[in-house]
């Protein structure tokens, strides 16, 4: 087994062009995540995923971390604040921390939602189902990053150490036995 280790203020993987075409209806994903010691309590991104929307530009579906919790948003227009249904949602679910846990995602286009299950189980808090017409399309996904990339600022955020390992990417739910 195979791990990637991200320090210091993050790193990215990143699936586009021809290889994000399977996924432009939308994905599931999971990945083994261990933060050692701690969280940053900044906001931050694990997964990403972005491309054109009716009438919004660019939208971006995103989980990830904001002060130690997990953390979902979403926004149009290619950056935050520039879509007037710009959300960001977080929930009192702490991540964990010195312990392997299995992360999966759902970005669904066609539904237009988002879901989040830890270790198995879903995050109910962190699922979104959007309505087009009250403002919120979602994208035809043409990239999509894994990592970690830390935005703000958290005057510890570059003692942190996060493993990454046994990424899948897939138009099923590949779960995480």
Same mark, same amino acid.
């Given at each position: 087994?195979?791990?990637?280790? *991200?320090?210091?203020?993050?790193?990215?993987?990143?699936? !586009?062009?021809?290889?994000?075409?399977?996924?432009?209806?939308?994905?599931?994903? +999971?990945?083994?995540?261990?933060?050692?010691?701690?969280?940053?309590?900044?906001?931050?991104?694990?997964?990403?995923?972005?491309?054109?929307?009716?009438? @919004?530009?660019?939208?971006?579906?995103?989980?990830?971390?904001?002060?130690?919790?997990?953390?979902?948003? /979403?926004?149009?227009?290619?950056?935050?604040?520039?879509?007037?249904?710009?959300?960001?949602?977080?929930?009192?679910?702490?991540?964990? *921390? &010195?312990?392997?846990?299995?992360?999966?995602?759902?970005?669904?286009?066609?539904?237009?939602?988002?879901?989040? /299950?830890?270790?198995?189980?879903?995050?109910?808090?962190?699922? +979104?189902?959007?309505?087009?017409?009250?403002?919120?399309?979602?994208? +035809?996904?043409?990239?999509?990053?894994?990592?970690?990339?830390?935005?703000?600022?958290?005057?510890?955020? @570059? !003692?942190?150490?996060?493993?990454? &390992?046994?990424?899948?990417?897939?138009?099923?739910?590949?779960?995480? !036995?």
């Amino acid at each position: 087994m195979r791990g990637v280790n *991200v320090r210091d203020g993050g790193g990215k993987i990143y699936i !586009d062009g021809a290889a994000a075409a399977p996924y432009a209806a939308g994905f599931f994903g +999971r990945v083994f995540v261990y933060f050692a010691g701690r969280v940053p309590r900044t906001h931050a991104d694990l997964v990403f995923a972005q491309g054109p929307a009716p009438g @919004a530009g660019d939208v971006v579906w995103r989980y990830g971390v904001e002060a130690g919790n997990f953390a979902g948003n /979403w926004y149009g227009g290619g950056r935050e604040g520039a879509f007037p249904a710009d959300r960001l949602f977080t929930r009192r679910d702490a991540v964990p *921390v &010195d312990r392997w846990f299995c992360l999966e995602w759902q970005f669904d286009t066609a539904a237009n939602e988002m879901r989040l /299950w830890l270790d198995g189980a879903e995050r109910r808090a962190l699922w +979104r189902l959007r309505d087009a017409a009250a403002g919120w399309p979602a994208p +035809r996904v043409e990239r999509i990053e894994l990592g970690f990339q830390i935005f703000g600022s958290d005057a510890g955020a @570059a !003692d942190f150490s996060l493993w990454l &390992d046994e990424v899948a990417i897939d138009t099923r739910r590949v779960g995480c !036995d």
